[in-house]
T-cell receptor
Framework: GAVVSQHPSRVICKSGTSVKIECRSLDFQATTMFWYRQFPKQSLMLMATSNEGSKATYEQGVEKDKFLINHASLTLSTLTVTSAHPEDSSFYIC?????????????FGPGTRLTVL | GQNIDQPTEMTATEGAIVQINCTYQTSGFNGLFWYQQHAGEAPTFLSY??LDGLEEKGRFSSFLSRSKGYSYLLLKELQMKDSASYLC??????????WGAGTKLIIKP
C-alpha cells in the first residue's frame, strides 16, 4: 500500500503557457501533500505543504500566484505552474503522508519532469 | 537555523561496506529518515529512527544518536544498483521535514 502517482511524468511546453501536474494517493487518504522541486544534482526543495480543504502553506521564496496548489480531496492535489518560463524547468515531485501513519512518513510520487522552451 | 550535513559524494567498491554519516541541528526532533534516490527518479523510503540505536533491515542499517545529533546509514555487500543518492531528513518539533543535500554514492566494480 501507500502508492502515489503523478501525471504527467514528462511535459514540454512553450514559455508563457500554464502546466498542471496532478498528484494522487491511490490506496490511502493523504492528510497532507507536499510539493518539491529538484534541480539537477541538487537536493529536494520543499515548495509548499497542502492540507485537504485548506490553503497551501508556501515556503519562503516560492511565489504562490505562480505555483497554484489545489488540494480538493484526500486523494488529489494539483500544482499549476502559471506562465511558465525556462527557469521553471525542473523535476517536480509530490509526496503524501497518510492519516494513520505514526511517524509522518512521506510517500513520494514518481515525479514530473517539466521542460519550458 | 536548521541544518543537515552529509558528505556530498562517496565512492565504494562492489561487495564492500560503506557508512554514510549525517549530522543535524534542528529545532526539536521527532525522527530521522533515510531515503534512496536514483538519478531521475523520486526518493524511496529506506529507514526511520526515532530512538537511539541501530535498526537493521537486510543489507541496510541505520543508527541514531540523539544526544550527538548524528545518524549513519550502513550499506553492506554493496551492489552496483546501490549507486544512488542517499538523503537524510529530520522531522523537527513543528513536524516539518528538513532535508539534507544528499550523498551521491558511486559503486565501482
Amino acid at each position: 500500500g501507500a502508492v502515489v502517482s503523478q501525471h504527467p511524468s514528462r511535459v514540454i511546453c512553450k514559455s508563457g503557457t500554464s502546466v498542471k501536474i496532478e498528484c494522487r494517493s491511490l490506496d490511502f487518504q493523504a492528510t497532507t501533500m507536499f510539493w518539491y522541486r529538484q534541480f539537477p544534482k541538487q537536493s529536494l526543495m520543499l515548495m509548499a505543504t497542502s492540507n485537504e480543504g485548506s490553503k497551501a502553506t508556501y515556503e519562503q521564496g516560492v511565489e504562490k500566484d505562480k505555483f497554484l496548489i489545489n488540494h480538493a480531496s484526500l486523494t488529489l492535489s494539483t500544482l499549476t505552474v502559471t506562465s511558465a518560463h525556462p527557469e521553471d524547468s525542473s523535476f517536480y515531485i509530490c509526496s503524501a503522508s497518510r492519516l494513520e501513519s505514526s511517524y509522518n512518513e512521506q510517500f513520494f510520487g514518481p515525479g514530473t519532469r517539466l521542460t519550458v522552451l | 537555523g536548521q541544518n543537515i550535513d552529509q558528505p556530498t559524494e562517496m565512492t565504494a567498491t562492489e561487495g564492500a561496506i560503506v557508512q554514510i554519516n549525517c549530522t543535524y541541528q534542528t529545532s526539536g526532533f521527532n525522527g530521522l529518515f533515510w531515503y534512496q534516490q536514483h538519478a531521475g527518479e523520486a526518493p524511496t523510503f529506506l529507514s526511520y529512527n526515532v530512538l537511539d540505536g541501530l535498526e537493521e533491515k537486510g543489507r541496510f542499517s541505520s543508527f541514531l544518536s540523539r544526544s550527538k545529533g548524528y545518524s549513519y546509514l550502513l550499506l553492506k555487500e554493496l551492489q552496483m544498483k546501490d549507486s544512488a543518492s542517499y538523503l537524510c531528513a529530520v522531522i523537527n518539533s513543528n513536524y516539518q521535514l528538513i532535508w539534507g543535500a544528499g550523498t551521491k554514492l558511486i559503486i565501482k566494480p
